[in-house]
């Protein structure tokens, strides 16, 4: 028995008998009816696993923000400079590196990673925005 979603084939459901007739009736019914019930517990466990796979994403988007946001409020208070060129500090030492953003404020927030040693950039010293 075909296990489908309108157009979409999902799978199959073998059903096996002792006898040689084929399915009629009564029986057809029946097998039609678990080829639906296992359709609908497929398309539920698919819609499980998409949800808890953008949930999974969604979470580590969160901590990466958190994490990125810590960074910055610690560079701003270091350096005594606003949060966007501490973000700005954290940017450009990610891309001069080609390591994730996140990866350099945990760097910020777990060895003491200093704005000095982040960019080297003369717009911290000078406060420069840009």
């Given at each position: 028995m075909p296990i489908r979603l309108r157009e979409?084939?999902?799978?199959?459901?073998?059903?096996?008998?002792?006898?040689?007739r084929p399915l009629i009736g009564d029986d057809l019914?029946?097998?039609?009816?678990?080829?639906?019930?296992?359709?609908?517990?497929?398309?539920?466990?698919?819609?499980i696993r998409e949800q808890n796979a953008l949930n999974e994403q969604l979470q580590t988007a969160l901590q990466s923000r958190i994490i990125i946001e810590q960074a910055k409020g610690l560079i701003a208070a270091r350096s005594n400079i606003t949060l966007n060129q501490a973000f700005e500090a954290l940017r450009r030492h990610a891309r001069r590196h080609r390591v994730p953003l996140s990866t350099v404020a945990r760097e910020v927030i777990d060895t003491g990673l200093t704005p000095d040693s982040l960019s080297?950039?003369?717009?911290l010293a000078?406060?420069?925005s840009s």
């Amino acid at each position: 028995m075909p296990i489908r979603l309108r157009e979409d084939s999902l799978g199959s459901l073998l059903l096996l008998r002792t006898g040689l007739r084929p399915l009629i009736g009564d029986d057809l019914a029946l097998a039609q009816a678990l080829a639906d019930a296992a359709t609908i517990g497929l398309i539920h466990a698919r819609i499980i696993r998409e949800q808890n796979a953008l949930n999974e994403q969604l979470q580590t988007a969160l901590q990466s923000r958190i994490i990125i946001e810590q960074a910055k409020g610690l560079i701003a208070a270091r350096s005594n400079i606003t949060l966007n060129q501490a973000f700005e500090a954290l940017r450009r030492h990610a891309r001069r590196h080609r390591v994730p953003l996140s990866t350099v404020a945990r760097e910020v927030i777990d060895t003491g990673l200093t704005p000095d040693s982040l960019s080297a950039c003369p717009e911290l010293a000078a406060g420069d925005s840009s």
